[in-house]
């Protein structure tokens, strides 16, 4: 069953402005993972954030995690071309297994 | 050192065949997983196992999907009886630690089913 789900589905903006795709889950987890995947390739890890953590950077990355909605955001500062792919969310599930479980995923484009 | 490798890149399998995927993961991780990843259902975990070779913790209940894993860095994944269903990118992946750490992709394994 699906545990994370990303919203939008699509994104596409223009070169230079920012990009913000959210997540939401199901239960309670121990942490929240961002992946990116360009065509053809496997995923790529962006960021962990931890339960207790509300915010966390990398570069032009900012991840929100408000545990009381149960949802998540991922924002890209100043696209680039570059950051066109998929992204997706991944969460374990707190007491219970630890298997991490993925979200289907924001298409992400940028354009020119 | 090196990332997590897959073999083969592509796969065609006739319908009713078996198929193995192998799956080189990172040594020294913990966590092994495989996961199946379609445009609709996005990634799907199939099996996925910790630091006991060869004990797999099926994601999905099915009678046809079985992983190996022979060295704690090698892993094989099975699927027996191949379905049309079955068409799908297979990706393994493997974490250093048990929780809260992060999973290193290979490339996948792109199955087709004819």
């Known amino acids: 069953s699906q545990q994370g789900e990303e919203d939008p589905q699509a994104l596409s903006i223009q070169e230079g402005e920012n990009a913000t795709m959210n997540c939401s889950y199901k239960?309670?987890?121990?942490?929240l993972q961002w992946y990116r995947q360009n065509s053809g390739r496997g995923l790529v890890h962006l960021i962990l954030?931890?339960?207790?953590?509300r915010e966390k950077h990398s570069g032009r990355l900012r991840v929100t995690l408000d545990t009381s909605k149960k949802s998540s955001s991922l924002l890209i500062t100043a696209s680039r071309a570059a950051d066109t792919a998929s992204y997706f969310c991944?969460?374990?599930?707190?007491?219970?297994?630890?298997?991490?479980?993925f979200g289907k995923g924001t298409r992400l484009h940028i354009l020119p | 050192g090196a990332g997590v490798s897959q073999s083969p890149r592509y796969k065609v399998a006739k319908r009713g065949r078996d198929v193995a995927l192998r799956c080189d993961s990172i040594?020294?991780?913990?966590?092994l997983y495989w996961y199946r990843q379609t445009l609709g259902q996005g990634s799907e975990v199939l099996t996925y196992?910790?630091?006991?070779?060869?004990?797999?913790k099926s994601g999905r209940p099915s009678g046809r999907f079985s992983a190996e894993r022979p060295e704690r860095s090698v892993s094989t994944l099975k699927i027996q009886r191949t379905e049309q269903g079955d068409s799908a990118v297979y990706l393994c992946?493997?974490?250093?630690?048990?929780?809260?750490?992060?999973?290193?992709f290979g490339n996948g394994t792109r199955l087709t089913v004819t």
């Open positions: 992946a493997s974490s250093l630690l048990r929780r809260n750490s992060p999973l290193h």
């Open positions: 954030i931890r339960s207790n953590e």
């Open positions: 040594s020294g991780h913990v966590t």
């Open positions: 196992s910790q630091s006991d070779a060869q004990r797999d």
């Open positions: 991944a969460t374990d599930r707190l007491n219970r297994d630890d298997k991490i479980i």
């Open positions: 239960t309670s987890i121990n942490n």
